[in-house]
């Protein structure tokens, strides 16, 4: 692309990190290379209890995603999946 002089925006994936991979908080799920996991917040004491943040521009969806986050979870919660 830059070659031929064409501006774009390089993407890269990544598959969601082993610590990432099992929880309780589920943070959704993430597409890497045509797979799909599920992502969770951590449940180590130490690292799973610092505050969640999602940036974006204006209208860009963050509360939106934090409202299926909560909902998603409470639903969980509600049907025993998750404490």
């Known amino acids: 692309m830059r070659t031929l002089g064409i501006k774009h925006t390089d993407v890269n994936e990544v ?38 943040l999602t940036m974006g521009a204006q209208g860009d969806g963050t509360d939106i995603k934090i409202y299926k986050v909560l909902n998603n979870n409470m639903r969980e919660i509600a049907a025993g999946k998750s404490t």
């Not at 799909?36 to 951590?42: A, G, L, V």
Request: net charge positive; proline share 5%.
């Open 15 to 52: 598959q969601v990190p082993k610590q990432l991979q099992q929880g309780y908080i589920s943070l959704g799920t993430v597409k890497c290379k045509g797979n799909t996991q599920d992502s969770f917040i951590e449940d180590k004491y130490n690292t799973g209890n610092l505050p969640l």
